[in-house]
């Protein structure tokens, strides 16, 4: 049954699921068996996207599998969310979901008793596995929208100084996320389509993804200073990640 499930949707399944599991059920886990899941699935994740790698040189913009989602999409777009990963989205994959791993093993937590950050950081992953490979304005600001949530959550959950900082990251992320619809929009109308693949992409919708890729980088004077939490640490590595790719993204397909 799993192996009829494409590759690109196994890595983010896996950390979409265990986050379920560890939200849902949180109060009855102890700390240690919520990292276990947590690193078990980012792992899992990780193999998803190493499977994948062998099909595309480190770097090459070529795709390796092309999965659409299938709906009815909005009557502002004529497309369904498309994954199409490359090697470029593929390392950049690889290195973020095993950054995660690392970090859920490696961090105890603040609280561990009520700390909900093993979850949201899974989201958060997720959201970036879909931007990284996302083949249309669409699906990135579906994953930008994902990520959005995993750090609204964090800021909305955590206490004093720490939930403060986590808010200084949710304010730039949503800009980021509006910026992408904008430009998602703005491509529609003058191509028909809002695909990164096609052909002569006007200047400005880039311009606007890669202005989003930098306000996810948080530079300052947006980024947060004082982290309190080495939870905030990994959300502000994986949406900071998140926005240097939106940035080398927009520079792979047009330099501007």
Known sequence: MLESVPFPTQAILWPLLGAALILVARRFLPNWLRRVVALVVAL?????LRS????????????????EILWEPLNLFRLSPTLEPDGLSLLVGITLAGTTAATVLG????????????GLALV?????LVMSMASDLLSLAMGSALLDLSLMAAAVSAPGASGRVAWRMVVPGAFSTMLIV?????????????SLQ??????????????AGIQRLLIYPLHPRGLHTPENGILLLLSANAG???????QSVTPV
């Open 52 to 67: 994948l790698i062998g099909e595309a040189a480190p770097l090459a913009l070529g795709t390796v599998e092309r999965m």
């Open 198 to 211: 096609a052909e002569n992409i006007a200047v400005l919708p880039l311009v606007l993804v890669g202005t």
């Open 107 to 118: 961090i105890r937590g603040s609280e561990p008793q009520r700390t909900a950050w093993h």
């Open 124 to 128: 958060a992953l997720a959201g970036c």
């Open 182 to 194: 904008v430009s998602a929009l703005q491509l529609d109308t003058q191509l028909g389509t809002a």
């Open 44 to 48: 899992a994740s990780l193999t998803a």
């Open 244 to 250: 240097l790719y939106l940035v080398l993204r927009t």
